[in-house]
């Protein structure tokens, strides 16, 4: 192991798998060292208080080794001459030059501890800015536990370059640099034997940096993997229990589980090998140093106290040599996660404003909601079943309440999606208030439109501030009018803490009617001239479909309602109904 013969080279090789050519290697290593550039560059100008920090605490810290080898060095050489006032003024200068360097370590560290966290908390807002602006299709095409390990796994890895690893693999290189200086001043043929030596180990070491990349990243989308099964199981309990499916999803659990434990084992075969071969190497570097170290005295090339010097530097420099080539592999290891993310970050944003067409003028300021010729079809379904929407026109007048009715998969849901501004139209125009939206932001578009699904979602928190979500800046007052409006002030008061009760998670702890009824006093509070309810009374009992009516029949004329409905005394409230299909 000491001399890592080439049967053994052999078998590292062999570890790695589907390697390609080597041309292919080559790219990999360039891609390697950009994402490293890049994955720096996210500080923006920071980054250079970042390293330099590093920079500093590493050089201060070597700084303070060398001067612990220079005091052995003077304490050698000049004790036996008896010249004690030579050797108390040296020691007093030496011991002087290390408090320096560690007043200046300490600074540093500081520093750098304050951009490592900084540039975490820049990382984390710009992932939770992108999953705001990502296209609703992104949402349906993706499994919400994958976007999850992302934010939990990935990201929390990537915070750890900036944390430690890459603090932990330039902090040694600084060093190894620091001690490499004086060692060579102070004898430089031992110095290189030692240098030579070392370097064969560090170069072992790098050929496993690119394969512990490979693994990490697998057990990165393993982990993906795992989190939508374990989110699937914690959502759709219920569903698990009444139809036994909850075995199958364990079961599937643990299949991925295997997986993820069968490539951590290759990770730990790969530090295995780094352990063995750096401890088979330090020992081998012992020897040369106590050979030739006695060898270059003898020959009168150096002199014992430089010897001395030289072991204490060595000593640092040997235990800095093993520290880059244990957490540098780890560094590009932990580069795969940062890959991840940033992979993430190049995933195309929701427009500001439509796309594709052209401005048309403005239609009639009598409409709330005007759509004329609309083309429209899904990505998945466009070049087998055509068109799902064809030249479809509507037009609702101001203060009307209209409900749109038909068979199931006529375009209903689709027709709401589009409202809402989640998908582009391939033809046709829409207009809200008798303005073009093509002409607004997503943000103007949806300003103007206020919208109750069939399935309500509240937040985490309390009654009152899932209402006031629908305006941030309301008062007190204006949320319980909205709650009235919608017939859930009543309920709200008699609740434990009245509209300070926690709702749980998604509404756990209220009934579905008590969550519809939240949902349109939230759509109420927003003030929008529009109201789109999609299905919102098809899960509720008689009971709680009248009091929602109810609250529709209170809000008739005061805004535009529009209701995708298929009950009868739900489609009795509208003033005229669209039939689709």
Not at 327 to 346: G, H, K, R, T, V
Not at 356 to 370: H, I, T, Y
Request: a neutral charge.
């Amino acid at each position: 192991m000491l001399f890592m013969p080439e049967n053994v080279i052999k078998g590292i090789f062999h570890l790695w798998e589907n390697e390609g050519s080597m041309e292919a290697k080559m790219k990999k290593k360039i891609s390697t060292w950009n994402l490293l550039v890049r994955t720096i560059r996210v500080m923006g100008k920071r980054s250079v208080l970042y390293l330099v920090s590093i920079v500093m605490l590493s050089a201060s810290l070597a700084m303070f080794g060398v001067f612990s080898a220079l005091l052995m060095k003077c304490v050698v050489d000049i004790a036996p001459t008896g010249d004690m006032r030579r050797l108390i003024g040296t020691i007093l200068a030496i011991v002087a030059g290390g408090g320096i360097s560690l007043l200046i370590y300490r600074f540093f560290c500081v520093r750098y501890n304050v951009e490592a966290k900084r540039v975490y908390g820049v990382i984390y807002e710009k992932v939770l800015d992108l999953e705001m602006k990502l296209p609703y299709a992104y949402y349906e095409k993706h499994h919400s536990g994958e976007i999850m390990s992302k934010v939990s796994f990935d990201l929390g890895r990537m915070g750890d370059i900036y944390g430690s690893r890459l603090r932990r693999t330039m902090t040694p290189f600084l060093q190894v640099i620091v001690f490499f200086v004086p060692m060579l001043l102070l004898s430089w043929q031992l110095t290189l034997c030692l240098v030579a030596v070392n370097g064969i180990m560090l170069a072992i070491d790098m050929l496993m940096a690119e394969p512990m990349r490979r693994v990490s990243r697998s057990l990165s989308g393993i982990n993906s993997q795992m989190t939508q099964r374990l989110s699937d199981l914690l959502q759709g309990m219920e569903q698990a229990r009444m139809y036994r499916t909850g075995e199958q999803t364990v079961q599937s659990y643990i299949k991925e589980n295997d997986k993820y434990v069968r490539k951590s084992r290759r990770g730990i075969v790969f530090n295995a090998i780094l352990s063995s071969s750096s401890n088979g190497f330090d020992l081998l570097c012992m020897l040369v140093f106590l050979l030739l170290g006695v060898f270059f005295v003898q020959k009168g090339f150096t002199t014992l106290g430089a010897l001395a010097a030289i072991y204490t530097l060595y000593g640092r420099f040997s235990d800095q040599f093993l520290e880059l080539g244990k957490y540098f592999p780890e560094l590009i290891a932990y580069l795969a996660y940062a890959q991840n993310i940033f992979d993430f970050l190049e995933e195309e944003r929701e427009p500001e404003h439509m796309g594709g067409l052209k401005a048309a003028d403005n239609g009639n300021s009598d409409m709330a909601v005007s759509m004329q010729d609309i083309d429209f079809s899904y990505e998945t379904a466009a070049q087998q079943d055509g068109l799902l929407l064809n030249q479809f026109c509507m037009n609702i007048r101001q203060g009307e309440c209209v409900a749109i009715t038909g068979a199931s998969g006529c375009g209903k849901t689709t027709v709401s999606k589009l409202l809402l501004g989640l998908y582009p139209i391939k033809s046709g125009s829409i207009c809200i208030e008798g303005k073009n939206v093509l002409s607004m932001t997503k943000r103007e578009w949806r300003k103007n439109i206020a919208y109750v699904p069939q399935e309500p979602y509240l937040f985490y928190g309390s009654v009152m501030e899932n209402i006031r979500m629908g305006r941030l800046d309301a008062t007190d007052e204006e949320v319980m009018e909205a709650a009235r409006l919608a017939n859930a002030h009543d309920f709200i008061i008699n609740l434990e803490n009245g509209y300070d009760t926690e709702v749980g998670e998604r509404g756990s702890r209220l009934s579905g009617g008590q969550r519809q009824r939240i949902a349109i006093a939230r759509a109420i509070l927003k003030r929008a001239p529009v109201m789109l309810l999609d299905e919102a009374t098809s899960a509720l009992d008689n009971e709680s479909e009248q009091l929602v009516n109810d609250a529709m029949k209170k809000l008739q004329r005061q805004m535009t309602i529009i209701m995708i409905a298929h009950r009868p005394s739900t489609i009795a409230l509208a003033d005229r109904v669209v039939e689709m299909g």
